[in-house]
């Protein structure tokens, strides 16, 4: 116990990696001090559970039918009711934990790496280099989001995947800006100054020294954002240009319930909570995240 | 050594432009020790940035162990090193001391790192318990030595020093002098000290520039400084100005152009 | 003159952090007049802890205790929160290093001026224009109109100053008040100090590193190590110092006319953090 605990925390490491798992651990200690980040981190733990082990939780087939049983309110069969197919809600707010995954991953590994890349290059290089990526951000900035995210899944054809690129494609300007603006801040720095007279090529100082400074604020930032992007999907899913039924998709079950709104208020209302519960989860992470990842 | 002849840099254009640097020439001979002292605006940290080839906007000629240097080209790493002033800000934040320390022999691909590093945290009077550790596990005199560690992994010739202790508290600015005039010695080093604190330069200089406004008030060698005789009106007034408060010469200080 | 300014009595700072209790102020106390009185030591000496603590300005986990902590009769220890927020600004001001981080960027110079007044009227202007040729701003008028980044750190620091005089302190803290800026602007920010105190009566105190501008400045100077005052000392006789660390600190500055190859560097001795 305490052996570790002391590998971890001793004044003079022996290793790099040590002294990596050092710093981490710090933070994490950190990170463990604020209670509402915790409760962010457990939220997004128990997704995470949730949606490996769905076959396990679900007390239903999602994607089973019975017209005999729908509607029906909350019971102990149907423990958040029925929709108007007859789908066990439970079941279907528990794989669609998958769908959300699936989204947040897919976004998070699209946006932030050609944000970053856009965003670092254009800060560090400068020049011309810099206009013509800004100038390429900002006509994609010009667009409100949904209506350009519209056109792309127009253009690409309605489906949670191209749905998912084409969020992607209209959310990386913020994150190229957040990053050039972090690399304007870096490149004036005198660590950024030794680096270059010691011969390193531009690459390596991007790569290597401003990239890494950048990736916290981003990786906050896309925490922060993942309630927008799941909301977005869920816009996408209620315009049927989404996940198509009858994938259970939370923003799609919140369209499909909405006519019984006023009569059968659980449709709509369990898919809603989940949404909430999902977006402050990641909100309390970020905003964690922030205060540990930020202290440099 | 170093040499710069009629060197004048010029930041922004038009009304707002500033002529920062004003025809400054000065040679340091190889060994040598050289000081340039002015206050803040002065022009004597553009004319170290430039020596670095970190600032592009210059004319007039200057070379480094005879090699001409251009506006455009970076000088050879191996040549000329650099230590910052602000020892918080010239560390990589997220970078241990040894990865600090083996970048600049990973670039210029000399081999035999660990040992390297070592030797040169022993150099410096770090032990290797700091090997390993993040800036903001250092204290302030800590960082500063492992800047000049890193500015010295390469072995250059010429190292350029910009404030070096002016952040650091006087009881750690004596170890830091000490730590490089014994590194000037064993390394057989040419100095260029930026400080605006006579006192510093008068302990590790042989000859110095006094700059004001950009410019070369005038050159001396540091027996010159410790008689206290320089020949310039400015140079005089600074000198008075730094012995501690005094109400008459408060009262007399006045504007050079 | 009849009563002290300010009484200080074994005043204490602790911060409580999860590693543990760090000690900031560990016992400090002293008696201060209409004087200017010096404190002086390194980074984490304490020195700025004290200021802020007689201001109340610690931030948490930061903790104040004192046995004693008069100022001019009133206890400010027993005061109430609004009482000592009061005070502070009106009775007691603080000037502290960079003016840069101490002005608001986006108010021109002369309506902070006037907002430290807290007054409104034709009269105000006059007023603050006042301050600023108190504090040897030449062209008052039209430093009124400037933002902060508009003027250059000595001009900003003399706008500090005139703004925490303006409403006629009976103590100014100063914090390192001049260590931004040039040995001549410097003098020159200092001489305004100097008659100000003399003239209005002030009680200063003065909180830098720099032991030779404190003893030239100051009539008397603390000496501060790990929070603790290791050392008293008239100003004037500040070369006599005995305490080890004062000895160590004076003769590891560099002099201008000093033939000396090394610089001795300072040993510390454990035994000067012990009561």
């Not at chain 1, 127009?154 to 992607?168: D, F, Q, R, Y």
């Not at chain 2, 038009?14 to 002292?37: C, K, N, P, T, Y």
């Not at chain 3, 909180?207 to 008397?220: P, Y």
């Amino acid at each position: 116990m305490t052996t570790w605990t002391d590998y971890l925390l001793t004044d003079s490491p022996s290793s790099r990696r040590q002294a990596r798992l050092g710093q981490m651990y710090r933070k994490w200690l950190a990170f463990r001090r604020n209670p509402l980040a915790m409760v962010g981190l457990c939220i997004i733990v128990a997704l995470l559970l949730v949606a490996a082990f769905a076959p396990l939780i679900a007390t239903a087939d999602p994607l089973a039918q019975n017209l005999d049983r729908r509607l029906l309110p909350p019971s102990g069969t149907n423990v958040f009711g029925t929709d108007s197919l007859g789908r066990d809600i439970f079941s279907r707010i528990v794989y669609g934990t998958r769908v959300t995954l699936v989204i947040v991953l897919l976004v998070v590994v699209s946006v932030g790496p050609i944000g970053l890349l856009i965003g670092a290059t254009s800060g560090y290089l400068g020049g011309w280099v810099d206009r013509a990526l800004m100038r390429m951000t900002d006509v994609f900035m010009a667009f409100p989001r949904l209506v350009l995210a519209l056109a792309f899944v127009a253009a690409l054809g309605p489906g949670l995947e191209n749905a998912v690129i084409a969020i992607a494609i209209t959310a990386w300007p913020p994150y190229a800006r957040v990053a050039r603006a972090e690399t304007l801040i870096i490149r004036q720095q005198d660590y950024i100054a030794a680096i270059r007279l010691q011969g390193a090529s531009q690459w390596r100082i991007v790569w290597k020294h401003v990239v890494p400074l950048c990736l916290p604020s981003l990786i906050v930032r896309t925490t922060l954002d993942m309630a927008g992007v799941i909301l977005i999907a869920a816009g996408l899913g209620f315009l049927g240009l989404g996940a198509q039924p009858p994938i259970p998709e939370w923003g799609a079950m919140i369209s499909a319930g909405r006519e019984q709104i006023f009569d059968q208020w659980w449709v709509a209302t369990f898919p809603g909570i989940a949404i909430c519960i999902v977006a402050l989860g990641f909100n309390l992470l970020g905003d964690g995240l922030r205060d540990v990842m930020d202290a440099r | 050594m170093i040499d710069v002849r009629n060197l004048d840099v010029r930041f922004g254009q038009g009304a707002g432009a500033l002529h920062a640097v004003r025809d400054v020439s000065f040679s340091v001979a190889q060994g040598e020790s050289f000081g340039l002292v002015g206050e803040s605006g002065s022009g004597k940290s553009t004319v170290l940035r430039v020596l670095a080839g970190l600032n592009p906007r210059w004319t007039g000629q200057a070379a480094l162990a005879g090699m001409p240097l251009g506006p455009r080209d970076a000088p050879l790493p191996r040549l000329v090193q650099m230590v910052f002033q602000d020892p918080y800000a010239s560390l990589h934040p997220r970078h241990t001391v040894d990865r600090a320390l083996s970048e600049p022999l990973e670039i210029q691909g000399i081999g035999d790192v660990g040992p390297r590093v070592e030797r040169a945290l022993a150099d410096v009077g770090l032990g290797p318990a700091f090997r390993f550790r993040y800036p903001n596990q250092l204290s302030g005199g800590q960082r500063q030595r492992v800047a000049i560690a890193r500015a010295l992994m390469l072995e250059p010739k010429v190292l350029l020093l910009d404030e070096p202790t002016s952040a650091l508290d006087v009881s750690v600015q004596a170890e830091i002098l000490n730590l490089l005039r014994r590194l000037r010695r064993a390394h057989g080093l040419t100095l260029l000290l930026v400080s605006h604190n006579l006192a510093v330069i008068a302990h590790m200089c042989d000859r110095l520039a006094v700059m004001n406004r950009g410019a070369i008030v005038e050159e001396m060698d540091v027996a010159t400084l410790r008689r206290q005789e320089p020949r310039e009106a400015y140079t005089r007034q600074l000198l008075l100005a730094s012995r501690g408060y005094d109400r008459d010469v408060a009262a007399g200080i006045v504007t050079y152009d | 003159m009849d009563q002290p300014l300010l009484e200080l009595d074994n005043l204490r700072v602790d911060f409580h952090t999860p590693t543990g209790i760090v000690h900031a102020v560990r016992g400090l106390s002293f008696t201060l007049g209409r004087e200017r009185l010096g404190i002086v030591g390194e980074s984490g000496s304490g020195k700025s802890m004290t200021g802020r603590a007689i201001l109340d300005l610690i931030p948490p986990p930061g903790l104040v205790t004192a046995d004693r902590m008069v100022f001019r009769g009133q206890d400010l220890l027993t005061m109430d929160k609004r009482e000592r927020r009061k005070l502070r600004g009106r009775r007691i001001s603080m000037v502290m290093q960079d003016p840069k981080y101490s002005l608001n960027p986006v108010m021109r110079v002369g309506e902070q001026i006037a907002e430290a007044l807290r007054g409104k009227g034709p009269g105000v202007r006059r007023r603050v224009l006042e301050a600023l040729e108190a504090v040897r701003i030449r062209d008052p008028e039209r430093v009124y109109n400037l933002y902060p980044h508009e003027v250059s750190g000595g001009m900003g620091q003399r706008i500090m100053i005139a703004m925490m005089l303006a409403p006629e302190p009976d103590l100014l803290i100063a914090d390192e008040p001049t260590s931004a800026l040039d040995v001549t602007v410097q003098m020159q920010v200092l001489a305004i100090l100097d008659d100000l105190v003399a003239k209005r009566g002030m009680g200063l105190i003065f909180i830098s590193h720099d032991l030779d501008l404190v003893a030239s400045f100051c009539d008397r100077v603390l000496v501060m190590y790990g929070g603790r005052v290791v050392e008293e000392l008239n100003a004037r006789n500040l070369r006599a110092a005995t305490h080890p660390y004062t000895q160590g600190l004076l003769d590891s500055l560099p002099r201008i006319d000093d033939q000396r190859e090394e610089l001795p560097t300072l040993r510390r001795d454990p035994a000067w953090l012990e009561d």
